[in-house]
């Protein structure tokens, strides 16, 4: 009788044509006064997966919002960092935002299926949308792993400011990662750092049709620094995340302080363009 009771989210299965979105829907954020459409059109390996995709009642619906993160996990490990923190800080965001106030702009929620296997999700999701529906999406915020246990603050780096590795993202994006990197500042004390659009995450597709991105990301095989464990804490010279794709991707194994910093700066800059996009796309 949660919030979640009458849905079953990514289990296999046969699906029934139409989908079954409007019921299950209801059940999922019927509260929170949005309406729900589950995208059931992949399959792979012949198993059934789901983007489950919310939006709010109110706001420009030709100047969306776009915040995801995918729902699945790799067979090998439980996937509570990857990626049940940023499922469960978008739900978070999604539920409290609600139907009200009224937003300026739509924010449309998506929780993407079959990251593991490729961005199935969210490339099927988005190579499906018409052209008109791509330029509808303002921007595009992405959130895969924002709890490691041995926590780097990455923001996606928008404008390419190290000049090393993958290029910048779309026109926008580096106003994207201001705005992470001034909340987490301001509201947590905390100095982020740039991380590369490499295409490791749900942004893909996105950046690829030239829509503004960002993205928070505490890290996952890749090892502190020294200077990084002077930052932000942690241990020098060990993983991000240990436990990556492993057994030990769970509960216990989580920083909560980043997740919790992570999480609120999620929200706060989704409802921030849900009031105006004018920095993006001014
Ligand atoms: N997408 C990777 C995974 O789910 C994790 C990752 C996220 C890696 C962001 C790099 C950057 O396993
Ligand atoms: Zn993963
Ligand atoms: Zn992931
Ligand atoms: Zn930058």
Redesign the pocket.
């Known amino acids: 009788d949660g919030p979640l009771s009458g849905v079953t989210l990514g289990s296999p299965g046969v699906v029934p044509t139409g989908g079954v979105s409007k019921a299950d829907g209801t059940a999922l954020f019927g509260r929170a006064g949005q309406q729900v459409t589950v995208d059931l059109r992949f399959h792979e390996e012949n198993r059934v997966a789901r983007n489950v995709i919310a939006q709010t009642r109110t706001g420009r619906s030709d100047n969306v919002v776009m915040a995801g993160a995918h729902l699945d996990?790799?067979e090998e490990g439980p996937?509570i960092n990857?990626?049940g923190t940023g499922s469960a800080g978008l739900l978070e965001t999604a539920l409290k935002l609600g139907g009200s106030p009224k937003v300026n702009n739509a924010v449309r929620f998506a929780w993407w299926g079959a990251?593991?296997l490729g961005l199935v999700g969210s490339t099927e999701y988005v190579r499906a949308l018409d052209f008109e529906q791509q330029l509808d999406i303002a921007l595009y915020l992405n959130f895969d792993m924002i709890g490691s246990p041995n926590a780097a603050y990455f923001v996606y780096d928008g404008d390419d400011s190290d000049g090393v590795g993958a290029g910048p993202g779309p026109h926008g994006s580096a106003q994207v990662e201001q705005a992470f990197t001034d909340y987490l500042a301001a509201a947590k004390g905390v100095e982020v750092e740039g991380t590369d659009f490499d295409g490791r995450s749900d942004y893909g597709e996105f950046i690829a049709r030239g829509i503004p991105a960002g993205g928070l990301f505490t890290g996952a095989e890749g090892k502190k620094t020294d200077d990084q464990a002077a930052k932000w804490g942690g241990e020098a010279g060990a993983a991000f995340d240990p436990n990556?794709?492993g057994p030990g991707d769970t509960l216990a194994n989580l920083d909560r302080t980043a997740l919790d910093r992570n999480a609120d700066a999620l929200a706060w800059v989704t409802a921030s363009y849900a009031i105006s996009t004018e920095d993006v796309n001014g």
């Open positions: 996990s790799v996937g990857d990626n990251e593991e990556y794709h």
